[in-house]
């Protein structure tokens, strides 16, 4: 059955399930016009299609970013924002508000809040076994790391917090457990690019990626090492990196929301 419903999407999420390792479920961010949602699609491994199987809508569900599957059909989603007029997000962005949240969607079919006070949250990534929930926040800026209950709600057990790097997006890298975060380094300029992009800009706001290696006790954070940074040639307004092993040979693959493009970089070492 072809689908006919507006596909507008922002963040997104794939699925695998060991207990049925020949499908993938993907799920996106979409920003329809009749309301925003998260559209979930199931993916036979062979096959050049994806099968809908929902679109789920709700009033907590108002400024959602990011997307990160729990199951085949249960999710965490961010909303980055309050404030829903262009004028207050922007007032919202600029002081940095606590104002966003994050949302639960269960087993029950239903949203519920699962964690608040939370200054732009942006990306979102699980660990492998699911008992870890990472959230870029990138007014504060920060990575926070919360522990999921069995009701949905979420608890802060550690967090991040950076000098002169504004994350974007994370992603989890399930054979060490190490945290890709991708930033920007010059934030009025990447606001600048974002502008004027279509119209022709000179901007080029420099990017970073940054490598978080666990501590022994959530509390204590992260150890930070810088894995890439660049000056906004190589991929103008990065926004996500991601690991890639290939023949043993680490390389991390970087994409944009404003480029029709992805860059690849060597990691550097094999492993």
Not at 81 to 87: A, C, H, L, P, Q
Not at 88 to 99: D, K, N, P, S, T
Not at 168 to 191: H, I, K, P, R, Y
Request: aromatic residues 10%; contains cysteine; positive net charge.
């Amino acid at each position: 059955v072809p689908f006919t419903q507006e596909f507008r999407v922002h963040g997104f999420d794939i699925y695998w399930d060991s207990l049925d390792p020949t499908e993938l479920t993907f799920m996106f961010v979409n920003h329809q016009r009749t309301g925003d949602g998260i559209s979930i699609f199931r993916h036979k491994i062979g096959t050049k299609y994806l099968q809908h199987v929902k679109t789920v809508k709700s009033p907590l569900l108002y400024a959602p970013n990011d997307v990160v599957a729990m199951s085949r059909s249960t999710f965490y989603a961010t909303n980055d924002m309050r404030s829903t007029s262009r004028i207050m997000r922007q007032i919202e962005i600029f002081f940095g508000m606590a104002w966003g949240h994050i949302v639960y969607y269960g087993h029950e079919s239903m949203f519920t809040t699962a964690a608040t006070g939370i200054s732009y949250p942006n990306g979102i990534a699980r660990s492998a076994d699911g008992n870890t929930i990472y959230v870029a926040a990138s007014s504060e800026p920060s990575v926070n790391m919360f522990r999921p209950a069995s009701d949905g709600t979420l608890a802060l057990v550690g967090k991040t917090v950076f000098k002169d790097f504004v994350p974007d997006n994370v992603s989890v890298d399930t054979a060490t457990g190490q945290v890709l975060v991708s930033g920007f380094l010059n934030t009025f300029e990447m606001f600048r690019y974002n502008h004027e992009v279509l119209s022709g800009t000179s901007a080029r706001p420099a990017a970073a990626v940054r490598r978080l290696r666990p501590l022994a006790y959530p509390r204590m954070g992260f150890a930070v090492e810088n894995v890439l940074s660049h000056d906004g040639t190589l991929l103008p307004a990065t926004t996500m990196a991601t690991l890639q092993t290939k023949r043993g040979v680490q390389r991390i693959l970087l994409g944009s929301v404003m480029a029709d493009h992805i860059a690849i970089c060597r990691a550097g070492s094999r492993i």
